[in-house]
C-alpha cells in the first residue's frame, strides 16, 4: 500500500516519520488530559460556594421583615373586624366626660404712660415718674415715691400745683413752688432731675437697684438739695400710702 501524509492541525501536511513510535501521538495527549485534570476540583469547588451564596441570600430574604402597611392593608383589616354593612371602628363618649379647661392665660406688656393718666391716683403718678425716668417699676420704688409725695404735699391735695414732689425744675418758681399745666407734665420734669442733676447721683443709683425703699429714702435724707434732710428720717413716715385719684383737670382731662 502507499504511504498516506500526516496532517496536523491547521491544515498542514507534513511528511510521515518512519522511526517515530506509533504511540507518540497519543501519549501526548494523555499527557495533556492528565495535566488538566487538577482545574476540576476547583471548578467544582466554585460550584460548591456559589450554591451556598444563592441558598444565603435566599434565606435573607425569606427573613426579613416586611415593610410598613400600606393604607389599602389597613383599611382592608379594619373592614376584616367589622360587622354587616358597618365596618367603621367608633368610639363614643359618655356625656358624663369632662372636657378639659382651656388655658386663657396671656402675657401683657408693661403698663404704659396712657394707662397710668387714666387711672389718675397717686399710685398711679409715682409710677409714671418710674416710666418717664427709665427706673424699674417695682414695689420698693413705687412705695418710696409715693412716701416721698407725701412729705412734700401731703395725700389729700397731692396734686398741688400739679407739682407734687415740689420740684423747680421746669415749673417756674423758685424752691419748688412752681407749678406744671399737668401731672403729666411735672412726673416727666421729676424724672428728668433725677437723671439730669449730680445731687440726685446717689437717689437715682438707689431707684436702679428698686431693691429698698428705705435704702433710697436714706439717699433722700443725705441729698444736698435738702436743708431739713427731713430730720434724717425722724420726719419720715413709712405707714403705707392710701391711693387717692386726682380731679379729671389736673390730668388735663
Given amino acids: 500500500m502507499r504511504d498516506q501524509d500526516h496532517i496536523q492541525p491547521g491544515g498542514t501536511r507534513v511528511a510521515p516519520n ?3 513510535a506509533p504511540a507518540e501521538g497519543p501519549r501526548r495527549r494523555r499527557r495533556r488530559a492528565t495535566a488538566a485534570r487538577p482545574l476540576r476540583p476547583v471548578r467544582r469547588f466554585a460550584g460548591v460556594l456559589a450554591g451556598v451564596a444563592v441558598f444565603g441570600l435566599a434565606a435573607t430574604l425569606a427573613i426579613a421583615p416586611d415593610g410598613p402597611p400600606t393604607d389599602a392593608a389597613l383599611i382592608a383589616a379594619a373592614s376584616s373586624t367589622g360587622h354587616g354593612g358597618d365596618r367603621v371602628q367608633q368610639v363614643s363618649v359618655g356625656g358624663e366626660a369632662a372636657t378639659p379647661a382651656v388655658s386663657t392665660d396671656s402675657y401683657t406688656a408693661s403698663t404704659g404712660p396712657e394707662t397710668l393718666i387714666a387711672g389718675g391716683t397717686n399710685h398711679d403718678w409715682a409710677k409714671l415718674v418710674l416710666v418717664d425716668g ?3 417699676v417695682t414695689e420698693a420704688n413705687v412705695t ?3 412716701r416721698w409725695m407725701r412729705q412734700e404735699n401731703g395725700v389729700d391735695n397731692w396734686w ?7 420740684n423747680g425744675n421746669g415749673s417756674g418758681g423758685g424752691s419748688g413752688l412752681g407749678s406744671y399745666d399737668t401731672l403729666a ?4 420734669y421729676a424724672a428728668d432731675s433725677l437723671r439730669r442733676y449730680s445731687f440726685y447721683d446717689a437717689i437715682e443709683a438707689a431707684l436702679e437697684a428698686g431693691d429698698s425703699a428705705d435704702a433710697t429714702a436714706a439717699a433722700i435724707w443725705a441729698s444736698p438739695w435738702a436743708g431739713s434732710h427731713y430730720g434724717n428720717g425722724t420726719h419720715w413716715s413709712t405707714r403705707p400710702v392710701e391711693a387717692i385719684e386726682a380731679p379729671a383737670s389736673a390730668w388735663g382731662r
Fill in 134 to 136: 427709665a427706673f424699674p
Fill in 185 to 188: 407734665t411735672g412726673a416727666y
Fill in 18 to 20: 518512519p522511526g517515530a
Fill in 144 to 146: 418710696v415715691i409715693l
Fill in 160 to 166: 398741688n400745683r400739679n407739682n407734687p414732689l415740689n
